[in-house]
């Protein structure tokens, strides 16, 4: 039986590995995912023959690539989450209303995730788009839901970070870490002063759910930091992303 279970895990992380392989490279051949993991021909041809019968991977001539079945389950997926309609609704009018990058991110483990994003008329180019994940500690979002969690979940949550640093002003260190959860949680808000990039500053704030004692995610606006100094994100941001944030949460609890 523990052979077969064996087996089992075997085959599965298989195929995995090979839907990791066409996310990265997009389109490839089976001989590239021969090579590239060590696999025999009859092993890939069996895995990808099956992941086509069940419509995960479209081949293309002599290559493969993923289908956009894993949209369909991604947008089942975002459906789910609490509100997200209003979540649109209130993203959209954040970014045209800053002329800046919108977004709602969620965490899933030790990381966020976008699970929505809209842009103004000036925004940064930092790669963000829906589905990009990242470190929890090295955002304004993220580290908006970290304060905002249970103290059971925060010290899970930080033992298990690895604390790497993405920009030139991330927080490496637990202790400096916790005090900013502190003084986050006491705010309102989080800031990310070029932690997560070079070049880019933010402001998130933690929406919470109905009956629930985790944030559903955060609210945050990005953009340049020699266009979002410290000076407009307290005058003016501020207030905008806290005011999205209560009327998302206040609809939320009465919907």
């Given at each position: 039986?523990?052979?077969?279970?064996?087996?089992?895990?075997?085959?599965?992380?298989?195929?995995?590995?090979?839907?990791?392989?066409?996310?990265?490279?997009?389109?490839?051949?089976?001989?590239?995912?021969?090579?590239r993991?060590?696999l025999?021909?009859?092993?890939?041809?069996?895995?990808?023959?099956?992941?086509?019968?069940?419509?995960?991977?479209?081949?293309?001539?002599?290559?493969y690539?993923?289908?956009?079945?894993?949209?369909?389950?991604?947008?089942?997926?975002?459906?789910?989450i609490?509100?997200?309609?209003?979540?649109?609704?209130?993203?959209?009018?954040?970014?045209?209303?800053?002329?800046?990058?919108?977004?709602?991110?969620?965490r899933?483990?030790?990381?966020?995730?976008?699970?929505?994003?809209?842009?103004?008329?000036n925004?940064?180019?930092?790669?963000?788009?829906?589905?990009?994940?990242?470190?929890?500690?090295?955002?304004?979002?993220?580290?908006?839901?970290?304060a905002?969690?249970?103290?059971?979940?925060q010290?899970?949550?930080?033992?298990?970070?690895?604390?790497?640093?993405?920009?030139?002003?991330?927080?490496?260190?637990?202790?400096?870490?916790?005090?900013?959860?502190?003084v986050?949680?006491?705010?309102?808000?989080?800031?990310?002063?070029?932690?997560?990039?070079?070049?880019?500053?933010?402001?998130?704030?933690?929406v919470?759910?109905?009956?629930?004692?985790?944030?559903?995610?955060?609210?945050?606006?990005?953009?340049?930091a020699?266009?979002?100094?410290?000076?407009?994100?307290?005058?003016?941001?501020?207030?905008?992303?806290?005011?999205?944030?209560?009327?998302l949460?206040?609809?939320?609890?009465?919907?």
């Open positions: 039986m523990a052979s077969d279970t064996n087996s089992g895990v075997k085959t599965t992380e298989s195929s995995l590995k090979i839907i990791e392989e066409l996310f990265e490279r997009d389109t490839v051949s089976r001989e590239h995912l021969e090579e993991l060590d025999t021909t009859s092993t890939v041809h069996r895995h990808l023959a099956t992941l086509r019968e069940y419509g995960y991977v479209v081949k293309d001539g002599n290559s690539r993923l289908s956009f079945k894993f949209l369909t389950v991604g947008g089942h997926l975002r459906r789910q609490e509100g997200y309609p209003m979540i649109k609704q209130k993203i959209d009018e954040l970014a045209h209303s800053t002329d800046e990058r919108s977004q709602f991110m969620i899933e483990g030790n990381e966020r995730v976008y699970l929505y994003t809209e842009i103004g008329d925004p940064v180019q930092t790669g963000a788009h829906i589905g990009r994940r990242g470190p929890i500690h090295a955002s304004a979002a993220g580290k908006a839901i970290l905002n969690s249970p103290e059971s979940v010290n899970e949550l930080l033992a298990s970070i690895s604390m790497e640093e993405t920009g030139p002003n991330t927080i490496t260190d637990e202790s400096e870490l916790r005090q900013d959860l502190e986050i949680r006491e705010q309102g808000y989080a800031l990310n002063l070029e932690e997560s990039t070079a070049g880019v500053h933010a402001i998130g704030s933690a919470q759910g109905k009956g629930q004692s985790e944030p559903i995610g955060a609210i945050s606006v990005s953009g340049p020699t266009r979002l100094k410290r000076g407009r994100i307290e005058d003016e941001l501020v207030d905008l992303v806290l005011a999205a944030t209560n009327e949460e206040l609809h939320i609890e009465h919907s």
